[in-house]
């Protein structure tokens, strides 16, 4: 089955840097690739996604990336705000197998002010 | 659009108890509404997928006499915790896909998350 490797598990950064997170992930097959905020106590909340048909996606200050030969792709934050502090996941799926989400471990994303 | 809402928000119960946990999609149809559970600071793990009309489909590992998932209509998903155990303590998340979302039908939009406690 699949699985999804996140990295890094914490992250803090300066307020105003870019963040980056990474993912790998191992079936080839996998074609949709959403990332979920969480905050302390709350459900996921879906900030962007992709399929495997378009490389690189942004809205706003966000953005990600897939390379689907080496079977990875990452999440790009730019000019991180306090209120961007919160658990990151990564999650792949294949949309014809029924869109099971597989997530990754998650990464602590702390900015600092 | 698109909001998923759970209730109760938190339950603690005592061990050997029924336990419901309601998961609604207010403004959207779902066929398809998934059940996960999230120990703390943990990942979220699939336990099952829940189809309309039909029974639930379950995740290896995850026992289907004990964790009750109904789907009575397009806008409703239940989880009963059966016979709760203090090891069942956890925060339980639903999701939903918006079937007539077009090319968005992929998205699953999670609900807030129901956090169990068994004493």
């Known amino acids: 089955g699949e699985n999804v490797e996140q990295h890094p598990s914490t992250l803090s950064v300066q307020e105003g840097d870019s963040a980056v997170i990474k993912c790998t992930y191992s079936?080839?097959?996998?074609?949709?690739f959403p990332w979920y905020k969480q905050e302390l106590g709350k459900g996921p909340q879906l900030i962007i996604d992709i399929r495997s048909n378009v490389g690189e996606k942004k809205d706003q200050r966000i953005a990600v990336t897939l390379n689907k030969t080496a079977k990875h792709f990452s999440l790009h934050i730019t000019e991180t705000q306090p209120e961007d502090s919160a658990v990151y996941f990564c999650a792949a799926s294949i949309l014809e197998g029924g869109n099971k989400l597989v997530f990754g471990a998650g990464t602590i994303l702390r900015v600092k002010s | 659009g698109a909001v998923v809402s759970q209730h109760p928000s938190r339950v603690i119960c005592k061990s050997g108890t029924s336990v419901k946990i309601e998961c609604r999609s207010l403004?959207?149809?779902?066929?398809?509404m998934f059940w996960y559970r999230q120990f703390p600071k943990q990942s979220l793990m699939l336990m099952a997928t829940?189809?309309?009309?039909?029974?639930?489909?379950?995740e290896q590992g995850v026992e289907k006499d004990k964790f009750l998932i109904n789907h009575a209509s397009l806008t409703l998903s239940t989880l009963t915790v059966t016979s709760a155990h203090p090891e069942d303590s956890s925060f339980y998340i639903c999701?939903?896909?918006?079937?007539?979302?077009?090319?968005?039908?992929?998205?699953?939009?999670f609900g807030p998350g129901t956090r169990l406690t068994v004493l």
């Open positions: 829940s189809n309309e009309g039909s029974k639930a489909t379950y």
């Open positions: 999701s939903a896909r918006d079937v007539q979302a077009g090319p968005r039908t992929d998205t699953q939009y």
């Open positions: 403004d959207f149809q779902a066929t398809t």
């Open positions: 079936d080839s097959a996998s074609n949709y």
